[in-house]
């Protein structure tokens, strides 16, 4: 395939505005795909995406395109609309020359709209405004012209104005991929430079790794090193992704497929990492920034003899999300288990329904905690920060851009539902990090019978000990099964209390049930109760068992 005739491109927009619906339609109409077949979401190939209806991983496909009599390989790139994957985005976006920006004709250009653009801006590609949804009763796509003239200063005539469900005018679109957006810079007769930007784990071929060749030609045979690495390795198989992988002979720079080379440890197939030629080695590609955990929780088998199970089911998982941290972690209640961090809370159940679906793991998630750097001093109270608001601007009439400095704490939670509700879901939300800002922090621990429970302790603001600290009192109290002894449970900061709960004392007769003298079932229930102790933990002389920590550690 001549360079001049590969497109790559990708097409980004806020969430649900059609992004994934235009990409059905533009692989029906370049016969990629058959149009008889009932087509939704053809490039979201996993479970938890169909399920859930939104596209987590960025996937690829190749089409043919033939115009005005020349075939065309246009490279399309889908990628996910929640604010908790623009990671793939960005990633997506190093190995194209153009994006389609797709805006919903009814709801304007939102949060999304606006980070999306900027990612491609910066990554100077030819944006290609389109406004789709225009079937809708409310469409009205010359507001949304004037908002993308106004705020992106697109010129309005710029913009193609389609339905991606009816197909009406897709056609245009395809049109403007060729003639707008630019061939890839490329050498075919240098060596060859291979960026990895996306890898996946299959347990029968080892890694595949989706490329981006931006110099020379690999062929099947080819020994290859990475440059992370330094590593070599036979190609055993490349191919274009079509959506399917479909192998070829060779790819070309220009070209974006997937290369399978015999890597069988997920750490070899580095995301960002360059791969050249045995004996021919090249300056490697600038790669990613990697991206920065905002919410953490931990994670722990249910059973610690599937610990090793999760281990590798995780390992797997992360080369397909790379954004994704693991650190080793361990608790006296749950085990041996793992910190992991995430882009945010979508994310977090994202993986955890992946580790769920693709590798049947069942996992117990840890409440998530955002990280705080701490100063220790004597007196480490500086003045608190609430939201700052720092500039206001007006996309039209309707419709106003709010920029805030807020507490990263604030917002992980329940933030983007309240602000959904509060705004009859017209308001939407993006962020970005903005540094470290002091805080007045505590470090509260929690009491039982007056030793510290090690696995309780966290760090919060100091506004709000008093309400964090009543409710984990009150869940324990609620999963502390009564004991001989009064148990008092207390939350406290430094040598202060500020929450208190009791568990009355009791025995708990597990006989009482049992009229009659049937020795068996009398011994069966006492062999129960012991076992049940087995499972206990001691906390001075409280016992506590493995449920309890879980019901109150784990998210709701
Ligand atoms: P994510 O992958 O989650 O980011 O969403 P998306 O942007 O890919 O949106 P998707 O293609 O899943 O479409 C969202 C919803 O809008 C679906 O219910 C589509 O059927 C609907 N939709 C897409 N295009 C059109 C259109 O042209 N007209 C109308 N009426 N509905 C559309």
Not at 32 to 56: A, F, P, W
Not at 92 to 118: K, P
Not at 124 to 136: A, E, R, T
Not at 225 to 240: D, F, L, P, R
Request: charged share 25%; proline share 4%; aromatic share 8%.
């Amino acid at each position: 395939f001549p360079v001049e005739n590969i497109r790559n491109f990708s097409i980004v927009a806020h969430v649900d505005h059609g992004k994934s619906t235009l990409a059905d339609r533009l692989l029906e109409l370049t016969g990629t795909i058959d149009k008889t077949k009932n087509n939704k979401q053809v490039l979201d190939k996993l479970q938890v995406e169909r399920e859930r209806g939104i596209t987590v991983k960025a996937q690829t496909a190749s089409l043919f395109h033939n115009c005005e009599g020349k075939q065309y390989l246009l490279n399309l790139i889908d990628t996910p609309g929640h604010v908790d994957f623009s990671y793939e985005v960005s990633r997506s976006l190093s190995a194209c020359q153009g994006v389609l920006l797709v805006v919903d004709a009814n709801e304007g250009i939102q949060a999304q709209t606006v980070a999306n653009f900027f990612l491609a801006f910066e990554a100077q590609l030819s944006v290609i405004p389109v406004i789709n949804k225009i079937d809708l009763k409310n469409a009205d796509p010359e507001r949304v012209e004037n908002q993308i003239e106004k705020v992106f200063d697109i010129p309005s005539d710029e913009c193609i104005k389609i339905s991606a469900k009816l197909g009406t005018n897709v056609e245009s679109v395809l049109q403007a991929v060729i003639e707008r957006i630019p061939p890839p810079k490329v050498h075919r007769k240098n060596p060859l430079r291979a960026l990895v930007f996306d890898s996946t784990f299959d347990q029968y071929r080892g890694v595949i790794a989706n490329v981006a060749l931006f110099d020379g030609v690999v062929s099947k045979g080819d020994k290859i090193v990475s440059a992370h690495t330094q590593k070599t390795y036979e190609v055993n198989e490349v191919g274009v992704l079509n959506p399917n992988e479909q192998p070829t002979h060779k790819l070309y720079a220009g070209q974006v497929g997937y290369l399978i080379a015999g890597m069988k440890n997920v750490t070899e197939a580095q995301i960002g990492d360059t791969l050249y030629l045995h004996k021919q080695p090249v300056e490697p590609l600038p790669g990613f920034k990697s991206a920065k955990p905002m919410v953490f929780a931990g994670m722990y088998p249910v059973d610690q003899s599937e610990y090793n199970n999760l281990k590798s089911a995780i390992e797997k998982l992360t080369l397909n999300d790379s954004s994704v941290t693991v650190h080793r972690d361990s608790s006296l209640a749950l085990g041996a288990g793992w910190r992991l961090g995430f882009l945010g809370l979508l994310h977090m159940e994202v993986f955890n329904q992946r580790l769920e679906l693709e590798y049947n793991a069942s996992v117990i998630l840890t409440t998530p905690t955002v990280p705080y750097k701490a100063v220790l001093s004597s007196s480490k109270l500086i003045k608190a920060r609430r939201a700052v608001q720092k500039n206001m601007i007006f996309i039209d009439q309707n419709r106003v851009m709010l920029k805030y400095l807020f507490p990263l704490n604030e917002i992980v939670v329940d933030f983007y539902d309240s602000l959904k509700s509060l705004s009859s879901g017209y308001a939407s939300f993006d962020y970005e990090d903005a540094g470290y800002q002091t805080a007045e922090l505590v470090k509260m621990d929690i009491l039982l019978n007056g030793n510290n429970v090690e696995e309780l302790v966290t760090v919060v603001h100091k506004d709000k000990a008093h309400s964090i600290g009543k409710a984990i009192c009150e869940r324990l109290k609620d999963s502390l099964p009564r004991q001989l002894f009064e148990i008092a449970i207390q939350a406290a900061i430094g040598s202060k209390i500020i929450a208190r709960e009791t568990v009355k004392a009791y025995r708990k007769n597990v006989l009482a049930k049992c009229y009659g003298g049937d020795i068996t079932r009398k011994m069966k229930l006492l062999k129960r109760q012991a076992e049940g102790k087995k499972k206990l933990r001691k906390i001075g002389n409280v016992e506590v068992p493995k449920d309890a920590f879980i019901k109150v550690l784990k998210t709701q």
